[in-house]
């Protein structure tokens, strides 16, 4: 098994595409000893991506796996504050100088 795999996600988190997104997150999670996720390019995100991010956080601990948001994008940010489940993820969330002004 190798170390932790690395996804940059750049495509939205939504319905429409959840199927080969949650293939694509669960064979990421295996193929590693966890998983890292940048989501700092997602512009989308409702709640079939939310759902996907919970399975994913979930299968890592069922596997005794690590997974992570590395870094997230405003509608990441909002959704996760918006729904109550920044602690759950339990990253930091880092909000950049641009963003803030």
């Not at 997104?21 to 700092?40: N, T, V």
């Amino acid at each position: 098994m190798g170390g932790k795999q690395r996804l940059n996600w750049v495509e939205n988190l939504t319905i429409y595409h959840a199927q080969e997104h949650k293939e694509r997150l669960l064979a990421a999670l295996d193929a590693g000893s966890g998983l890292e996720l940048d989501l700092s390019q997602v512009g989308e995100i409702d709640t079939a991506g939310l759902q996907l991010l919970i399975l994913a956080k979930q299968e890592a601990a069922r596997k005794e796996k690590s997974m992570a948001i590395v870094a997230h994008s405003p509608a990441v940010r909002e959704t996760l504050d918006f729904c109550n489940l920044t602690a759950f993820f339990g990253d930091p969330v880092v909000i950049t100088a641009r963003e803030q002004s």
